[in-house]
């Protein structure tokens, strides 16, 4: 138990050093208006340099994550079917895959699979 502790204290020691030590040396930046604006030769900019993020791209990579982890989840399942009761599986299984189907099925309703707006 004192070996764990010990271990502990000094994992917790040794973070903190290095985020001090990364707080201490990082780079400082004074940022002010005009070192946030863009430069076009001297001249002031014609229109934002920001151009605006479309949303759909935001959505697919939200949906893209949810079903990466999900398969991630799937892929287990296959192989503990011969360790584990056949009844519970099944069960367990067909629940998680209905969870998955309502959800496609709540994207597909909302629109964020559609493309062509």
């Keep these: ?3 764990i502790t010990l271990i502990a204290f000094i994992i917790i020691m040794l973070s903190t050093v290095v985020m001090m030590l990364a707080t201490i040396l990082s780079k400082k930046s004074f940022s002010d208006r005009e070192k946030n604006s863009p430069f076009e030769c ?3 900019p014609m229109s ?3 151009l605006p993020f479309s949303l759909k791209f935001f959505l697919i990579t ?3 994550l949810i079903f990466d982890v999900e398969i991630a989840l799937i892929l287990p399942m296959i192989l503990i079917i011969n360790y584990s009761n056949l009844m519970m599986w099944t069960m367990t299984s ?3 895959i209905l969870i998955l189907l309502l959800g496609l099925y709540h994207e597909w309703n ?3 699979l559609n493309w062509s707006n």
Excluded: E
């Design 62 to 64: 939200i949906i893209f």
């Design 48 to 50: 934002s340099s920001r």
């Design 110 to 112: 909302q629109g964020m």
């Design 1 to 3: 138990m004192f070996t």
């Design 42 to 44: 001297g001249f002031d």
């Design 94 to 96: 067909i629940f998680f």
